[in-house]
């Protein structure tokens, strides 16, 4: 059996219907290389709250970098007011 016959949508948070594309691309290459499906989970749920803090705050996705990275967990995780789920709220 193939990584392609064994390979199942985890569904995730996704907010906006124009991420879930990239949230299902990301989806596929963790399942692929066995992410556990709770990982999967967490990680597309990240990566969908990062794009939509990206767009909140008018950020071109072609200008990100380590900074932007880094300010999105330094600074906007810590005080996220956008409604998604932080660590915080486990
Ligand atoms: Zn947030």
Not at 4 to 33: G, K, M, N, W
Not at 42 to 56: D, E, I, K, P
Not at 83 to 89: E, F, Y
Request: proline share 6%; aromatic share 12%.
């Amino acid at each position: 059996m193939n990584s392609t016959s064994q390979y199942q949508l985890v569904p995730c948070r996704v907010d906006e219907p124009e991420h879930e594309p990239y949230a299902d691309a990301f989806d596929r290459y963790l399942i692929e290389r066995g992410y556990a499906r709770d990982t999967v989970r967490a990680y597309v749920g990240y990566a969908s709250h990062f794009l939509r803090w990206t767009q909140r705050d008018g950020l071109d996705l072609l200008g990100i970098d380590e900074a932007v990275v880094t300010q999105f967990l330094v600074d906007h995780l810590p005080h996220c007011d956008c409604g998604w789920p932080t660590r915080g709220d486990q």
